[in-house]
């Protein structure tokens, strides 16, 4: 690194991917998360891996020393990764002791291929020593890196128009028309191959990849090999052992709907506020089922080889399963922007499946599924993105009905705090901000991982019972019990005031946190409030009261 940093300082000047600055004691967070961004956008556009930041080196070079802490510099991490978009963080951080002084030497990495890095929402860039808003010209060089490199887009050499459906092509040219309806004399000319161009999924009368995993005979799917053109629909009992089965493949802009038909989309029936008929509703909302398989067509990582699963179970939950990472930031994110999205890992496909009105491009789609779910007081759509796929599970039935009703009723939530009280009731870890979010609107309480709905909203929910048993009683009604329980019985033994209390304690804690409560408070009475005392041995102790 020594050696490094003399390579960086041997340099005429200061670059679009290197920057020196005193920080002698810290720098403004804000200033560091635009630099953090000029410099990663300028590193892709140059095609290299990183760029440098240097704490501790003035403009002209000489090393004057930072005194930067490993507090502050986690500080800074933090703060990167939190308002980044993709999420990127330093790739290292190095502490170099020269004569002069420590210098601090940060690895920017260059951004993704096809997505330019922002900070708080701003794209910044470098024009030499100057920083300033990323012009629109490397924006867009930025953002067509990923066409470039766009799996969907591939023409496949061997294949022709015979390789396509006819009865998909023919639905494909109605569907085009209903979306285009002031072309639909013009369309009606168009022979086959000039639709597919125009509709682009194919390009100047080649066949891409698109155009077989959407229109294709079933037996084309080897053209794609190893990517997989295929669809599973499994059916499983309450105890998730699986009853049925089927298979689907090209073309998939047809076989949308046979997988739509092969859900068993049963009625659920519920009593609304001030009547005694019952609402009867689909367990599934048509929209959210089409919206998820389309979803799971248009983002499937079909590098990967593997193929898209819908999962239904008898107990009234449907999952859909597609591989590849989840590529915008948040499900949250995407709800409370309800804008188009920015990147998409297939833009050809996606694009040719906006033009047969599969799917849009207003941005509204993952935020309608929610709000349809939360209108129905039917939990909300849960999202999974480990082990490199996206899990989303649709839950077609109330499970808290009273709960639910009100939470939808509460005229001072957004549909954003409802998704993290929807998080809450899951137990599900909380984003920093999340959690600042909440707590400063007075919707949770108790500590971190532990948290719960606060008093005010279950007084408004009516989930009063539910409230006290996540956040437990006070120590001091604990104590009281033992107390109580060591008069009656003369003494106590750490197992009789585990199974004395232990149930009491809130539903939150897991067993383990549980023994540790109880610990806690024999511990809080003997050495703090000196009410009881131990005359067994310390591996088996014996309590009496003092």
């Known amino acids: ?38 410099l990663s956008n300028e590193a892709n556009l140059k095609g290299i891996a990183n760029a440098w930041l240097l704490f501790g080196v003035k403009n002209d070079k000489n090393i004057v020393g930072t005194n930067i802490s490993e507090n502050q510099l986690n500080e800074y991490k933090s703060e990167i990764s939190n ?14 002791n020269t004569d002069k002084g420590t210098v601090l030497m940060l690895k920017i990495p260059a951004a993704p291929i096809g997505m330019p890095v922002s900070w708080k929402g701003h794209y910044y860039g470098r024009d030499g020593e100057s920083l300033g808003a990323l012009n629109s010209e490397e924006y867009e060089r930025i953002k067509r890196q990923n066409i470039a490199d766009d799996w969907s887009s591939k023409i496949v050499k061997e294949a022709g128009i015979n390789d396509l459906s006819t009865e998909a092509i023919a639905k494909a040219r109605k ?27 194919c390009i100047n009368g080649k066949i891409t990849r698109t155009a077989i995993l959407l229109l294709g005979n079933p037996e084309s799917e080897h053209y794609i090999n190893p990517a997989q053109a295929k669809i599973t629909w499994i059916l499983k009992d309450r105890d998730n052992i699986e009853k049925d089965y089927a298979h689907f493949t090209c073309p998939l802009f047809m076989e949308v709907e046979n997988v739509f038909a092969k859900i068993r989309n049963l009625k659920y029936r519920y009593l609304q506020a001030d009547t005694l008929f019952p609402d009867e509703v689909d367990q599934f909302d048509p929209f959210i089922i089409r919206e998820a ?22 107990d009234g939950i449907l999952t859909f399963i597609n591989s590849g990472n989840f590529i915008p930031e948040s499900v949250e994110k995407v709800v409370e922007a309800d804008a188009p999205e920015t990147e998409y890992r297939n833009p050809f496909l996606a694009n040719a499946m906006v033009n047969l009105n599969m799917i849009d491009t207003i941005g509204s789609g993952i935020k309608k599924m929610f709000v349809i779910q939360k209108n129905k007081y039917f939990p909300l759509p849960d999202y999974d993105f480990a082990n490199n796929k996206v899990k989303v599970q649709i839950i077609g039935k109330v499970v808290d009905e009273n709960y639910a009703k009100k939470l939808a009723q509460m005229d001072d939530l957004s549909l954003q705090d409802i998704i993290m009280l929807d998080k809450v009731a899951k137990n599900k870890l909380l984003t920093k901000s999340e959690i600042k979010e909440l707590r400063k609107k007075k919707l ?21 019972e539910n409230y006290i048993r996540m956040r437990g009683l006070k120590d001091d009604y604990y104590k009281e019990l033992i107390l109580q329980f060591i008069e009656k019985n003369k003494s106590a033994n750490k197992q009789e005031i585990e199974k004395l209390i232990i149930d009491l304690l809130p539903d939150i804690l897991d067993d383990k946190k549980k023994k540790n409560k109880v610990r806690n408070i024999i511990y809080a009475m003997s050495k703090k409030d000196n009410s009881i005392i131990n005359i067994g041995s310390r591996r088996h102790p014996k309590w009496i009261k003092v």
């Not at 720098?27 to 953090?36: A, I, S, V």
């Not at 308002?83 to 170099?96: A, D, E, M, Q, W």
């Open 1 to 38: 690194m020594k050696a490094l940093l003399s390579k960086l300082l041997a340099s005429d000047t200061e670059t679009e991917v290197l920057e020196f600055k005193e920080a002698k004691r810290q720098y403004p967070k804000d200033k560091l998360g635009k630099y953090f961004s000029a």
């Open 444 to 464: 949770i309480e108790g500590r971190k991982p532990n948290f719960y709905i606060s008093s005010s909203v279950a007084k408004a929910t009516g989930a009063m």
């Open 83 to 96: 308002h980044t978009s993709p999420i990127l963080g330093f790739k290292n951080t190095y502490r170099v």
């Open 175 to 201: 569907q085009y028309t209903e979306k285009n309806p002031k072309l639909k004399d013009e369309i009606a000319s168009w022979d086959d191959s000039t639709f597919l161009n125009k509709a682009k999924v």
């Open 293 to 314: 398989i389309n979803n799971c067509i248009a983002h499937q990582d079909y590098t990967l080889g593997g193929k898209i699963n819908v999962v239904e179970r008898e």
